[in-house]
Every structure is written in structure tokens, then in C-alpha cells.
């Protein structure tokens, strides 16, 4: 198991190291930077001369490879993300006061999608070709059919006008008001769970299925045992293997998706800063924003693997 991590670690090195300039070289190419979104925000008539002294102040007019050299010293030896051109607050203050928001968001879309979708992908399993499957199996390929964001759209539109009801935009912690918490990311959560609900519950099912024709589990209902312990203790536990492997994969769609909920409910995450940070062209808030969620989706991905031994004990680690 130790040798197994140090490996994992260590190829997880080069994988963020290469995020990072992926990252840095796409912004950089893209026409405009924070220094002419800045002068034009001025309104001032000779916006050349301003634009120039901008450029000098950010470090802009340096060569790239500087740029990007200067940035990754900080970041390595010290930690430091750099100032945001926008706010000029430190960019790690910036994502630690965001984070949070993203956090419980994609949290809490995991846990509903995974208390929808693996109860019904069993039921699924287990009246497979009746009207307990069918329906499951249509809703499924309806959810991963319609993109989250025209999803999250309904949840804002169809409530204000049947209702007369609209989600307050802002965020409350849920230690301050639980139920308040509660009720700002509820629809949030769904729509931006709605891929992981159709996709959990098809690979559920038809991981169930190919379980349920195993020899043990035969056994298990040839010795009498009840429904229950046969599903729960003998053929689940084996069916979630692949679909941990999904939810570990879908970690960076959850994150990625983040971004289109967070705006269209008003929520001040991480996704919501990156785009405000791309639009004012914030190189160093972006490159912070990506790479973290890089760090989060090589550490979940890391967590699914060694979770795979204590679903199944026959996984050895080399």
C-alpha cells in the first residue's frame, strides 16, 4: 500500500506541473489581458499610454517564459498563488474564501445523486423488464441527454412563475442556518447532479444484473437467506466497484459544471470567480482556480482507487 501511494504521488506531480502550463499558455494566447480590460474600464482618452503603464505594473510585458517562470518559483518555494489584477487581494485568500461554496455544492450533488441512483438502480436490477425498470431506464437517458445548466435554467424560471418563488442569490453558512442552507442549494445540487443521477443509476443497474447471475449470490439464495442481506451484504457491495470508479471520474464534471450553476443561481463558489476571473482576463486568479481543482480531482481519484480494497478484499496494492 506505501509503495502503491509514493507511486501515485509521484506521477501526480507531473500531471499538475502540466495543468499548470497548459493553463498559463492558454490564457496567455488569448487576445486581450488584464491590462487593456482594465484601461477600457477607465473610460480615459489616451487609453494607449494607460494600457502600457498597466502592463508594466502587472509584469505583463515581460517575456512569457519569465512570466511563467517567476510565477511557478512562488508557488513551488513559497506557496504563493500571486495577487488578483482584478481585486488585488491574494489570490489564496481569494479561493479560501470562495472554496467552501464549490465544495458543498459538488458534495452535496454527489450525495443526492448517489441516494436517487443507487436505491433505484437496484430496484432497476431486480425488475429488470418490468415497469420498474422501464421507467428508471428512460428517466436515466433523459438526464444525461439534457445539460445541467438548461436543468438549473428550469429550476430558476418554472418556480418564479408557477410559484412566484426565486432562490435568494448569496450564500449562508449551514452551521449559521441549516434550514436557509439547506434551501439555497437544494435545486443547485440537483441540477448540477442530474448527469451523475442518469449515469450512477444505469451503471448501478447493469452492474447489479451481472452480479446477481454470479455463483455466490446463487448460493446465497439457495441457502435461504432473505432478500435484503442477498442484495445488501452479497451482490451490492461487489456491484459498487464500477460505480465508484464513475462517481471518482465524474468529480471533474461535477467541478467543471460548477461554474454555469454557480452563476445562474448566484452563488459565490470557486466556479463563479473563475468566471468573472477569465472575463477581466485574471491570469493569476485562473491559474490558481485550475490548478487547485486539478489538486482535487488527482486527490479524488487517488481516494477511488484505495477505496477499491475495501470494497473488494481480493484487490491487492504492488
Known sequence: MRTYLIQRITLAIPTVLLVATVTFVLMHILP??????KAASTGAQDQQTLYNAYRHDMGLDRPGYVQFGDWMWRLLRFGDF???YGTQDAV???IITHLPVTLELALGSI???LAVAIPWGV???????RAGDY???IISVLLLSVPNFWIATLFVVLPAIWFRYMPAPGYVSFFDHPAVNVQEFFLPCLALGSRLI????RMTRSSMLEVLQQDYVRTAWAKGLRARTVLSRHALKNALIPVVSLVGGQIAFLLGGSVIVESVFGLPGLGNLTLQAIYQRDYPQIQGDILLIALIVVAVNLVTDLSYGWLDPRIRYG
Open 198 to 201: 442518469g449515469a450512477t443509476l
Open 135 to 137: 421507467v428508471p431506464r
Open 92 to 94: 489564496t485568500h481569494q
Open 82 to 84: 500571486g495577487r488578483s
Open 32 to 37: 486581450g489581458d488584464a491590462a487593456l480590460v
Open 123 to 129: 430496484i432497476a436490477a431486480t425488475r429488470r423488464d
Open 111 to 113: 450525495l443526492l445523486g
